[in-house]
């Protein structure tokens, strides 16, 4: 197994090379998202992340993030069959010059879900799962985005 998996061009991602060696994330209030993504780049990269923002080579700033719940279609009764579930992040980063190297950009994930009034609980769990699946996703592409931004020295 392990001969194909390498015969294919299979490796396991490993680190992420980000091009800076500090960084610091700045939010407008306590975000589950900042912290998740801290945490992802301290454990899958060299860059430290600071408490200070004098302290980082750069600012990762979250503009905002933000949870939407849409009806996608209605049953000819009038009742919810299904719902759309976004979820969006904005953010930009700048050094200590206040250079942008990112300009105010945004990741936008969208999930459907199906809806039914029985099972009201079940369905707000599996919301809670898509959203937290959602974060997830996101704290990965940007980190993603991240890796391939230039800094000049």
């Known amino acids: 197994m392990a001969v194909l998996l390498a015969s294919c061009g299979?490796?396991?991602?490993?680190?992420?090379?980000?091009?800076?060696?500090?960084?610091?994330?700045?939010?407008?209030?306590?975000s589950s998202f900042a912290s998740q993504l801290a945490r992802a780049v301290r454990a899958g990269s060299q860059?430290?992340?600071?408490?200070?923002?004098k302290d980082a080579q750069v600012t990762l700033q979250i503009i905002a993030e933000g949870r939407e719940r849409a009806i996608l279609s209605l049953s000819g009764s009038g009742r919810v069959r299904e719902i759309t579930l976004r979820y969006r992040v904005s953010y930009r980063l700048y050094d200590q010059k206040n250079k942008e190297h990112i300009p105010p950009s945004e990741i936008l994930l969208r999930r459907d879900l199906s809806y039914s009034d029985t099972d009201v609980i079940a369905k707000e769990q599996e919301e809670a799962l898509l959203y937290r699946d959602m974060q997830n996703d996101a704290v990965q592409q940007l980190v993603r985005r991240l890796q391939v931004t230039r800094i000049d020295s």
């Open 10 to 30: 299979f490796q396991l991602r490993g680190q992420a090379a980000l091009p800076f060696e500090s960084m610091y994330v700045q939010t407008g209030g306590p």
């Open 47 to 53: 860059t430290r992340v600071t408490d200070n923002p």
